[in-house]
C-alpha cells in the first residue's frame, strides 16, 4: 500500500477517535486554551516555544499578561520592563520579537498565514498556531510532540518539515481543525512522549506502522559546549555593577562585567544555557567598567537580568558578599 494510499484509509478512523480521546484526556485547563484572543494565544506559543509548560502556565505566561494585557500595552512598554519580566525564560530574542511585533501592529495582529511569517520571529509553525487556535481556521500545525507522533504513526524515518505539513494537512479534521490541532499535540505530548511512549493507551495504536516507536521521530541531541567564563564584581553604596550586553544570546540583558583573571575568584558555579555548559568564575573587581549600569540589590526584579547573573548574585548573598 502507498504511503498517501495509507493515510487517506486511516483518516476517518483516526479523526473520530483522537477527538474521542482529547474530550476525555485533553489538557482543556491549560490557561492559553481558555482563550481565543490572538494576543493571547501568540504569548503563549511564543513563551511555549523553549519553556517547559509548568513553568509558563505557573508564573511568566500570568504575570506577562498582567503586566502587558494587550499588544498595545506591550507597545507602549519600555523594552527593559519586557526584558526584566522575561529574565530567567533564556532565549531572550523571542522578547525583543514580542516587542517588535508590538510596535509594528499595536491595534492587533493580522489574520492570514503569510502576513504573520512576515512579523519578527513568528514561523511556520507559530502562524499556524495562531491561525488554528485563534482564528480556527483550517490549516495544520505541526509542533514537536505532533512531527514525532506522525512519524512514528506512519513509520516516517527523517520526513522533511514540508512532508509533515503535507500529512498534517490530510489529516485534519474538516469541521473541528482547532480541536484536532490540540488532540494531535496533547497525544504526542501525554502518549506519545519521546522516550516511553504509552502505547498500551494510545487511541491510534491499532493504525500506528511504527513496530519500534524509539526509531521515529527522536530530535538529534546536540552536544552542549563547554565554555569558561570571567567576570568582575563590583559593590558601591548597596549597588552592584552590571553591564549591558551587546551579544546575540543576551543582547540587552544586563550581565557582569567581564574580566580577565587575575586574582583567585570570590565564586565560582555552574550553569547551562542554550547550547552551552558554562563554568563561571566572579572576582573581585576594584574599578568598575566606565559603562556600568548600577542596579540596587534590594529590587532586582525590576532589572532585565540573564538567569546566569541572578544565580550568581543569589550565591554571592549565601557567601555574603553582598
Ligand atoms: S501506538 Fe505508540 S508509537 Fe504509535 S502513535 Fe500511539 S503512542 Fe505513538
Known sequence: MSYSKSITSSIRQLGKRLLEWYEANGRHDLPWRQSRDPYRVYISEIMLQQTQVERVRSHYYPAFLAKFPTLSALAKAPLDEVLALWSGLGYYQRARNLHKTALLCPDGLPKSLEELKKLPGIGDYTAAAICSFAYDQPIAVVDTNIKRLLSRLFALSSPTPSKLWHVASQLLHPKRPRDHNLALMDLGALVCTAQNPKCEVCPLAHLCQAEDPLLFGQNKRQKRKETTLHFGISIQDGKL??????????????????????????????????????????????????????????????????????????????????
Open 241 to 322: 555593577a552590571m553591564v549591558r550586553s551587546q551579544k546575540r544570546l543576551y543582547e540587552g540583558m544586563l550581565l557582569f562585567p567581564p574580566v580577565s583573571p587575575t586574582s583567585e575568584p570570590l565564586v565560582t558555579y555552574r550553569h547551562s544555557y542554550t547550547r552551552y555548559n558554562l563554568t563561571i568564575h566572579l572576582h573581585s573587581l576594584p574599578s568598575p567598567p566606565q559603562n556600568a549600569v548600577w542596579i540596587d540589590i534590594q529590587r532586582l526584579q525590576e532589572y532585565p537580568l540573564a538567569s546566569l547573573a541572578t544565580k550568581g548574585i543569589a550565591l554571592l548573598r549565601q557567601k555574603l558578599v553582598l
